[in-house]
């Protein structure tokens, strides 16, 4: 019996990108625009168009929880902001019967001045549960917060821990029919990850529905039956959960050269100095731009000096997918290299087991400090990180860890007396 | 296409529970994500929240409280009545002037408070609608009503100073709903439609405290309609808060009112309504993309 509870056609999503519309849109977004944008067929990505979905068509049945992966810049976000009705779609049409909640952030709509109660209420308000659901489930999501006895303070002097299991504590009683869920869901401490995880598994066994995005592979594993993969905006893959996990890890091929070869034409020539090439990879993974969170990976930049500048410096920024700036480093941290005429390379190895799992960007910047930048902002190549193993291989069954850094630390535990 | 062929044992242990009757709901670029009157009223307690929020927010952020919906017409009817009244000697209807004043700054403030705080109150609140989904009028809206429950609080001081001046309550305050709706619906009208342009453009923002001040000297507050020529009177109440605050102190004071005022002003109101709502949803599916 076919019973679908979601309903895609043709789903087609157009952005402009226009001077108009660039200021007013958030970092993150531009980061996995700009990724996207050039990943696609740079050809085509002509004058302000792009589309971030084409002719997305899928059904969901009820009851079924649905893993959404692909590296950033695929469309997921987008597809979850068009079945939210964040969004509406530029072509096509979807169907979807009942009741829609979605987690697409956490805490949204909080408001500091008012005590944990209150914003209990407007939270579930906004989320879209009635008065009466959110009185009924009150005493659910005060302890399943942990939060009993701050619930009339306000939520301005809660700890940023408080103020997190709080809010996905009055999202996780969401009653809708269909969920939308996005990784950011991945809150707390590892105790309370795994109180979220168990939640959700509760939510997929009462028959609701559930989408769920995230790239930790092993969560979505765990949490879905199904998976669909998107890729530049399409459906690559769908199917069962494992099979459609492993195929998108071995075969997803990311940032081709020929992609960021189009960025670097786009650069004004100088007289001192040409870009020739600007790889990332890592060693013993052919997956380029997909990388595992526990080797190590490379930062190649080939350029060839034509104009011999003390100050010529290279390096590159690394952003997490927030817009932070993780860290900036430069070939001449440690020590000047001379430069001569001619063709060079510098190497950077970005060590395994630092990072966590997720998307970065890498953005190179070459040229001859202070004076003028030939790269700074021009050219930004997507990462992902993806975790098979390595740190935090023991709680891979919990959620992902807050931070941005994952590093392996030595640790020492002995008995004492 | 079929998304998998899974052991279905899970699936019968959990067959979908039937919960009310289905509904399904249909996304299409035409019919886009602009919510219909059922989706509102679906969620009509989110208005009630965000109304909530906002009392409660500023009784609790500001030291004077609530004492802020008295200030903000009491201050400048102080003012107006030592210079307008005072000083320039103007006429109010054979009121007296600080009642006069007072009686025409309570609906000017509804107004201005309305619009500059809704006008604005999209552009606050993009981490909000980008985030998730809910009728996006709720939040001018909620602004609107907020100031509206302002406005009832501030009629007090009116009340008290109505005892002060021995001023009965006229009988024309039968027609006060209607006064309240032209109100209303000029200022639902122009704080829908401001606020989903300020998301568009930033500038607005500027404009509007500009624009409020303009019109405060285009309206009745601190002069009466008798003193603007009779041939202008129907061009100048073409700005339908002209008939709302001469509408305002003739239902409770029961000050002398020009009919044709108030139908030009109830028509201005109309069409300020539905332009502004209509182009508040023609926008609407637009706002998480560009804000």
Redesign the interface.
Known sequence: M??PVIRVEGLGKR?WLGQ??AP?E?LRDSIARLGSVFRRQPAQAARGEFWALRDV????????T?ALVGRNGAGKSTLL????????????????????G?L??VG??F?P??TGR?NI??NG????M??REIARSFDQIVAFSGVEAFVDT?VKRYSSGMHTRLAFAVAAHLET?ILLVDEVLAVGDAEFQKKCLGKMQDVA???RTVIFVSHNMSACAQLC??A?ALQNGQVWL???VHEVIKKYLIEVSASSPTAVHAQLALLRPDPALRVLDIRVFQLGNDNRGNFFTHLPFEIEMTYEVTVVERNLRVGFDLIANDGALLFRAFDDDMRRHERRLGVFTSRCQVPGNLLMPGDYVVSPSIGIDPDRWIVHKDVSIGVQLMQIDGVNMTYMDTYRRPGYLMPELAWNVVPRG | MKLHDLPRQLRTACEPRKTGPEMATVITPSAGNAPGLSDMWEQRELLYYLVLRDVSVRYKQTSLGLAWAFLQPLLPAIVFTVFFGKLANLPSDGMPYALFSYAGLLPWTFFSSSVSQASLSLVNSTSLFTKVYFPRVFIPLASIVTAGFDAIVSSVVLVGLMLYYHTPLSANIVFLPLVVAIAAAFTIGSGTFLSASAIRYRDVRYIIPFMIQMLLFLCPVAYPASIVPEKWRLVWALNPMVAAVEGFRWSVLGTPLDVRTMGVGAVGAAVVLVAGVKYFQKVESTFADIA
């Open positions: 076919k019973n952005y108009n519309t007013y958030t068509g899928f059904e969901i049945e009820r009851g079924d649905v902001k068009i079945l939210s009705r964040i969004t509406a779609p530029t072509r096509g049409r979807v169907e979807l019967h009942g009741r829609v979605s697409l952030e949204t709509g408001h001045e008012l209150e209420f407007l308000a906004i989320l879209g009635r008065r306000p029919e066994h009462e028959g039956r199904s669909v769908t199917g069962n």
